[in-house]
């Protein structure tokens, strides 16, 4: 078992899985927080009324939804950030061994 757990901390395994955990639990809530609070305060200052996923223009005949690309962006920032900032407060950060 000693084995087992040394090879999991050496690869990394450890930062790995708190990742996904918690990219996972916080995701719905962050993506709650950019649909419901952030893109339609970005679409009040785009003039979008829609929300800022709705913000688009027509180019060529092709309808260019750079409001959604945005919001996808927000979106991988907040979350990025919360699971950086959460890690490290938690100290999480340590658990792998170093090489």
Known sequence: MKDFLNFIREQGAVGLAVGFILGGAV????????????????????????????????????????????????????????VYFGVKKMGLDKLDKKK
Do not use: E, H
């Open 27 to 82: 995701s719905d809530l962050v993506k709650s927080l950019i649909d419901n609070i952030i893109n339609p305060i970005l679409g009040i200052l785009l003039n979008q009324a829609q929300g800022l996923t709705g913000a688009s223009f027509v180019l060529l005949g092709a309808n260019i939804k750079y409001g959604a690309l945005i919001s996808t962006m927000v979106n991988f920032i907040v979350i990025a950030a919360v």
